[in-house]
């Protein structure tokens, strides 16, 4: 089975710091996918890629801006990071054509 | 505009009971999944049904696919506290929807108390 990691399970940053969040998959999935989660609202997709060097914006993409520059690593960076974007971030993988994802385990991130 | 509405939001129980999450909406997807989510963690897949009326068994847990491919529910049959968590449904396609991207709904929080 596939493996999705994220570098920090836990991370604390300070407003106005440039935040990267990474994740690697340990196989050669195409599609790779950043999700924020919070109560209330759900999963809300911030961005997701289909190759190498290829980004789509999701429903949420202001304030974030992602990186893919190889296949099995898709970062996403906080540019200048607010208190509005603490919560849990999730990183996901589509394996193949198959239904479901593969998520990681998260990283619970706090702005303060 | 939410395609995947959820309902109860919240349920809290006591082990041994039984108990049924539903999944609506007013568009058609093409399949539907159902998630686990435990605390600190990322959702994992339990289950997809593809076919309308599908009935999917997982030990304890139903799963069920509408006939006209709009709703799903869950049942939990004798519920026990490993069985506590989030519960989320997804699917794929529906109108406003996505064929690339998933969409989900807000889930259903489950506490099964001893």
């Known amino acids: 089975d596939v493996k999705v990691t994220q570098s920090s399970r836990y991370l604390v940053k300070r407003t106005g710091e440039k935040v990267f969040l990474e994740c690697v998959q340990d196989?050669?999935?195409?599609?790779m996918f950043w999700y924020r989660q919070d109560p209330g609202l759900g999963l809300r997709l911030i961005y997701f890629s289909y190759d190498v060097k290829m980004k789509e914006k999701g429903d949420i993409p202001e304030g974030y801006s992602v990186s893919r520059e190889k296949k099995e690593r898709f970062s996403l960076i906080l540019e200048s990071a607010s208190t509005n974007q603490t919560s849990m971030y999730l990183c996901?993988?589509?394996?193949?054509?198959?239904?479901?994802?593969?998520f990681g385990s998260g990283t619970r991130l706090t702005v303060v | 505009t939410q395609l995947l509405e959820q309902s109860p939001q919240f349920l809290s129980i006591q082990e041994g009971e039984n108990l049924t999450v539903y999944c609506n909406s007013s568009?058609?997807?093409?399949?539907l999944q159902w998630y686990r989510q435990e605390p600190g963690e990322g959702p994992v897949l339990l289950v997809t049904?593809?076919?309308?009326?599908e009935v999917k068994k997982l030990k304890r847990l139903t799963f069920q696919f509408g006939d006209a491919r709009k709703d799903s529910s869950l049942h939990i049959t004798a519920a026990q506290p490993g069985d506590t968590g989030l519960y989320l449904c997804?699917?794929?396609?529906?109108?406003?929807?996505?064929?690339?991207?998933?969409?989900f709904g807000k889930g259903t929080l489950l506490t099964v108390n001893p």
């Open positions: 196989m050669d999935h195409e599609n």
């Open positions: 049904v593809v076919t309308g009326g």
């Open positions: 568009s058609v997807f093409s399949s």
């Open positions: 996901a993988i589509r394996p193949g054509q198959t239904y479901g994802y593969t």
């Open positions: 997804a699917g794929w396609g529906g109108s406003g929807g996505s064929n690339y991207k998933l969409t």
